[in-house]
């Protein structure tokens, strides 16, 4: 029963030191963050020339927002090749052969994910939250949500990949499946953030998304487990 | 162990609408080969992942070391599947990619053991290169040297899909004295192959080309001869 721990943890070190050895492909979520969340206030600065009102202020309404859809758009692309190097290497054929379950080294590879593609996201985040105008201790306090969301946003498009495996027009298809999974943890995501900077009750926000990240976190391996055995018949 | 290392019951294998393999028993014992043979495409390989349960056979039983693969757990700890693909992560070292390879497959390997699979497959200064840096032949060479790793399990079954192709001279010689020594501590192996193998076959199973749809089991007893 230790092949049950080890197996999964091994597959765990096994991709993190290789998305270590390439830093490219690990930091381009983050650049993209980085990138998308500095164009927001120069795209603004154009419009707000005519009386729209303080531009300082319409910048820190929208900015949970904002960082959220970044967040998310930096995710799921990431998560998009989440299987495709080891299903042409032939990785996934020996993971399918080895004695641990499947759904646990699904699990691995998630988690694996989520350190690769979140944590910088997460790390970059109150930076990015500061230059929008909003508070270091609020974005200091945010960085737990973005922790949290990131990991729904690894669990669906890791479904997603799993689902699309080996598919033609594939892109497509993970848009479509994505869509409707992640728009809630967007929503519950931003309003979390929202009441927190507004200074309302964060608790009712905070749990939706936990258990919306619950329910994903026992369903998406399961799910990419079964799609990958049918995709690599 | 009284159990064979392989027993085939009435299976029946079909890939689209093609009859594989029809009604197909077979039985394989420690110490013995089995040699697949076919032309391009007749479905070595699928019959090779059909027993390693990556594909879905259509009908029938089978068991390696009396062990059915509904077992999930016990049934992967009894073959090693050398399939086509080595299975080697492109940015990490040679040796971390053995690793990783034996791990995966619930087998406890130190660094020395590591060290001298390399060594044993002739791979010995590219331990620290990078996997994607390596030849053909030497990523093969690499995917074997786990056949080396696991050596203590000599009641794995081994299913190789066409091992020798991109193997030089020296690289064939050593598989060959690989798979010798597996059988003689008691271990047996089904290999593809479409030229002969360099070691004797005790059976031999052609799976038959589009048009017929019989296959051939032809088993010979070496033991007999000598």
Avoid at chain 1, 19 to 44: C, Q
Avoid at chain 1, 49 to 67: C, F, H, S, V
Avoid at chain 2, 135 to 151: C, E, K
Avoid at chain 2, 169 to 178: H, I
């Amino acid at each position: 029963m230790n092949a049950l721990c080890t197996i999964p943890l091994m597959l765990f070190w096994h991709d993190v030191r290789h998305a270590w050895r390439y830093p490219a492909d690990m930091l381009g979520g983050a650049v993209f963050f980085v990138m998308m969340i500095t164009l927001v206030p120069l795209g603004l600065g154009g419009g707000l020339g005519a009386g729209l009102g303080d531009a300082q202020e319409l910048l820190r309404l929208i900015a949970p927002t904002m960082l959220w859809i970044a967040v998310m758009l930096a995710c799921l692309p990431q998560m998009d090749r989440l299987f495709h190097r080891e299903a042409t290497s032939g990785i996934l054929e020996q993971m399918r052969i080895s004695p641990a379950p499947m759904p646990l080294l699904m699990l691995a590879k998630i988690a694996a994910a989520w350190v690769v593609v979140v944590v910088p996201l997460v790390v970059v985040a109150p930076l990015l939250g500061v230059m929008l105008g909003l508070a270091v201790g609020q974005m200091v306090a945010s960085t737990g949500l973005f922790a949290l969301g990131g990991l729904g946003f690894v669990l669906v498009g890791a479904m997603a990949a799993a689902l699309t495996l080996g598919a033609q027009g594939r892109g497509i298809f993970n848009a479509i499946i994505i869509l409707p999974l992640a728009m809630p943890l967007l929503i519950f995501g931003a309003s979390a953030m929202d009441a927190l900077i507004a200074g309302g009750a964060v608790q009712g926000h905070i749990m939706l998304l936990t258990a919306l990240v619950l329910v994903l976190l026992v369903l998406a391996p399961l799910v990419s487990a079964i799609a990958i055995g049918f995709a690599e018949e | 162990m009284t159990a064979p290392r392989l027993a085939i019951r009435d299976l029946t294998m079909r890939r689209d609408a093609r009859v594989l393999l029809q009604n197909l028993d077979a039985r394989l014992d420690a110490g013995e080969v089995m040699l697949l043979r076919g032309k391009n495409g007749a479905g070595k390989t699928s019959f090779l992942r059909g027993l390693a349960r990556l594909t879905p056979l259509e009908s029938g039983a089978y068991s390696i070391n009396g062990i059915a693969p509904n077992n999930h757990n016990l049934f992967m700890g009894q073959f090693v599947f050398i399939g086509h693909r080595h299975a080697l992560g492109a940015h990490l070292s040679a040796i971390e990619s053995l690793a990783f390879l034996v791990a995966l497959a619930g087998v406890r390997a130190n660094r020395d053991a590591l060290m001298q699979a390399l060594a044993v497959m002739g791979l010995a200064g590219q331990a620290t290169r990078q996997t994607s840096h390596l030849s053909a032949g030497q990523q093969r060479r690499l995917a074997l040297a786990r056949l080396v790793v696991m050596g203590g399990e000599a009641h794995r079954l081994w299913l190789m899909d066409e091992p020798f192709s991109t193997l030089d001279e020296a690289g064939r010689a050593q598989l060959t004295t690989l798979i010798k020594s597996h059988l003689q501590q008691g271990g047996a192996a089904v290999i593809s192959a479409h030229d002969s193998i360099p070691l004797p076959a005790h059976q031999t199973l052609t799976i038959a080309a589009e048009n017929s749809k019989t296959h051939h089991l032809e088993a010979r007893k070496w033991e007999a001869r000598k």
